[in-house]
């Protein structure tokens, strides 16, 4: 399986617009393809007014096939043309390969998902790949929470991303109350040593827009 991304950012002041726009291009788009897509609000992490665009594909194939429906599809061009004056910036998009898969993730994704996103070393990416999904396999089991680990097919392709998925904010605090004194945790978080570039980490909330 693989999971993409667009990420949008809405001009100063047209947040409302911006979430109006994201959500019928959702609409429009899982129409047009056939494929289920989701928006989704940057909660935390990520500047005010940034969106996004999400699918679940089963191989590029399928991604190629709904992206050429969608890119001959005139009534799409003309909704993309309301953008101009509501989204700034060029869109863009990422691709990651499912590696790792934890719990039950369900149809849908739950409403909110925690992402966070790291750059493997040079040399160091399988050594990587084998930490990734050992730290998802263990904080998974450790919150009860489901969750996906990705390497990335396009873009960055050394970039590497845990998703973990939650009904509501109270989870994510419950989670983190978990992870942080665990001693498994922490001991698993020391071997990550040098298979990270410094500094690459990222970690952004996201809330599903319904």
Do not use: C
Request: negative net charge; hydrophobic residues 45%.
């Amino acid at each position: 399986m693989y999971l993409f991304g667009a990420q949008l950012q809405a001009r100063r002041g047209m947040g409302q617009e911006a979430v109006d726009y994201v959500t019928t291009v959702r609409d429009m788009v899982t129409t047009i393809s056939g494929v289920p897509f989701w928006a989704w609000a940057g909660a935390a992490g990520v500047p005010i007014g940034t969106f996004y665009l999400s699918a679940r594909l089963e191989n590029i194939e399928q991604y190629m096939t709904a992206n050429q429906a969608i890119m001959q599809n005139a009534d799409y061009h003309e909704q993309v043309k309301a953008a101009v004056d509501i989204l700034e910036g060029p869109t863009e998009t990422v691709m990651g390969q499912v590696i790792g898969m934890a719990g039950e993730l369900g149809s849908d994704p739950s409403p909110l998902v925690v992402v966070t996103t790291a750059t493997a070393a040079p040399g160091r990416q399988m050594e990587a790949i084998s930490w990734g999904v050992d730290m998802l396999d263990y904080g998974s089991e450790l919150t009860g929470t489901s969750g996906l680990f990705t390497m990335a097919a396009v873009g960055s392709i050394s970039q590497v991303s845990w998703i973990q998925n939650h009904d509501d904010a109270a989870s994510i605090d419950r989670s983190m109350a978990k992870l942080m004194p665990d001693a498994g945790y922490q001991e698993r978080m020391g071997r990550a040593g040098t298979l990270f570039v410094a500094g690459s980490g990222q970690r952004v909330v996201m809330a599903k827009l319904p």
